[in-house]
């Protein structure tokens, strides 16, 4: 049982909103925001939470957990403040706009015995659970690489590039699959539609266990795209999370390790078997973000998607740009 403040209630602060109120272990509710109008809007929707302009009034509160849905050039005084108020906080992705801003916040929740949460949305996600189940299982043999793209044809953020609004969803999936780090991460971006906001970038990373991945991100595309392929040496998986049912297969495909001598014989090596669709639960991400913070404020643990988490992704977020500013070099970890 907790008392959250949702601190920012523009963009996506109203479904933190809807899914902390929905829960019983959310004793009582409070939205901060310096717009009257979104304040008013939200009282409307949600009349039982308590509506303030005032932060310090947040920081000085009883509540137990504050929730930071702000652009993320404020997450750090904000999210500092809040930890110095031994608040348990949930910042927004990425966590911060730097590796050292990260690290601070990381090494200050340690000093305060306050938790760090960051809303790495999609770990939550049923889809990518049970990939992350599938992997460790072994099923799928040794990993060999992995390629994802989230591309669409949208309006680019203002001062913001296309790698930090779009990448930290597949940077922390991947990094959760894989249960580690890129030891090296090298990309090539351009700024097409704003000069200096890049628009579309290809980000390339390397691994201590020897998996590659690849991932492009655009807001110049013309579909839109949120698909991850995974290559084993046994078998491998194609998430496409815009599929309405089988948002998973599993194909038992591959190759054979036996030299072919004739072309019937390089058939016969190449392996295909049964595309599998497993059955998904049909949770909703935001939904199971909201119980584990609520579950982590109440415990005092650390959370599946905790700091160190969001410190990871942010030291890729900022490698990748390191590499395009430098012709895409890549930059080691």
């Known amino acids: 049982m907790a008392k959250i403040a949702i601190v920012g209630a523009g963009f996506w602060g109203p479904n933190l909103v809807r899914a902390f109120a929905a829960q019983r272990a959310t004793t009582e509710l ?26 310090d009034a947040v920081l000085n509160s009883d509540v137990d957990g504050i929730v930071v849905a702000t652009p993320v050039t404020t997450h750090y005084d904000l999210a ?35 938790q760090i949460m960051v809303g790495h949305t999609l770990e939550y996600s049923p889809p990518v659970t049970k990939i992350g189940e599938i992997i460790r299982s072994g099923e799928l043999g040794q990993i060999f690489f ?21 990448a930290p969803h597949d940077f922390s999936i991947l990094f959760n699959w894989l249960d580690e780090a890129p030891i090296t991460v090298s990309a090539i971006g351009k700024d097409y539609s704003k000069r200096g ?31 991850t392929t995974i290559v084993g040496d046994k078998k491998m998986i194609v998430f496409d999370d815009l599929e309405a049912t089988e948002k998973v297969r599993i194909y038992d495909r591959g190759n054979d390790p036996k030299e072919a001598e ?15 669709s497993p059955r998904l639960a049909t949770d909703e991400p935001i ?15 650390h959370p599946r998607t905790d700091g160190r988490n969001g410190l990871r992704v942010v030291e890729a977020l900022a490698a990748a740009t390191h590499s395009m500013s430098e012709g895409g070099i890549p930059v080691r970890l």
């Open 30 to 55: 409070t939205v901060c925001d310096s717009d009257s109008a979104r304040l008013e809007w939200i009282g409307s929707r949600f009349p039982r939470a308590k509506l303030t302009a005032n932060f």
């Open 80 to 114: 500092r403040k809040a930890l110095d108020a031994g608040k348990h906080i949930l910042v927004e992705k990425p966590l911060t706009a730097s590796v050292e801003e990260a690290r601070r916040l990381v090494d200050l929740a340690e000093r305060k015995g306050r």
């Open 146 to 166: 992995m390629s994802s793209q989230r591309v669409n044809l949208g309006v680019s953020r203002p001062n913001t590039s296309v790698v930090w609004e779009l």
């Open 197 to 227: 906001v890049t628009d579309v970038a290809f980000i390339s990373m390397e691994f201590a266990s020897g998996v590659v991945a690849h991932l492009e991100v655009s807001w110049l595309a013309p579909s839109k795209l949120r698909r």
């Open 262 to 276: 004739s072309f019937g014989e390089f058939q016969m090596a190449q392996r295909t078997g049964d595309i599998i």
């Open 287 to 301: 939904v199971l973000q909201a119980l584990e913070f609520l579950r982590t404020v109440d415990e005092n643990k």
